[in-house]
């Protein structure tokens, strides 16, 4: 089993800036993408962003261009920088990882992004 903690949610006004971090443990062995989902209130839980081992990024259209994905494959972090918030970026965040050759992914219990002034 894979453990993933969040931290760095909170509230922020339009315009601010946060950084999300996600700490993964347990069989952490073969971790290969981690990566950030979201929930607002009403939608879907959406892709944010990812990043494979290897350094591979994706971003949803939404984000690209103010949010940015890092890790640090030796301490399996991974964060998330969060530039010029938008009050429709309040939602609960998520940290994600899939192994290596398997397509069940873990998640974190979530941490909560609120935009507003």
């Known amino acids: 089993q894979v453990q993933l903690v969040e931290s760095g949610g909170g509230l922020v006004q339009p315009g601010g800036s946060l950084r999300l971090s996600c700490v993964a443990s347990g069989s952490i062995f073969r971790i290969n993408v981690m990566g950030w989902y979201r929930q607002g209130p009403g939608k879907e839980r959406e892709l944010v962003a990812d990043i494979a081992s290897g350094g591979t990024t994706r971003y949803a259209d939404s984000v690209k261009g103010r949010f940015s994905i890092s890790r640090e494959n030796g301490k399996n972090t991974v964060f998330l920088q969060m530039n010029s918030l938008k009050p429709e970026d309040t939602a609960v965040y998520y940290c994600?990882?899939?192994?290596?050759?398997?397509?069940?992914?873990?998640w974190g219990k979530g941490t909560l992004v609120t935009v507003s002034s």
């Open positions: 994600n990882a899939f192994k290596w050759d398997s397509t069940t992914p873990y």
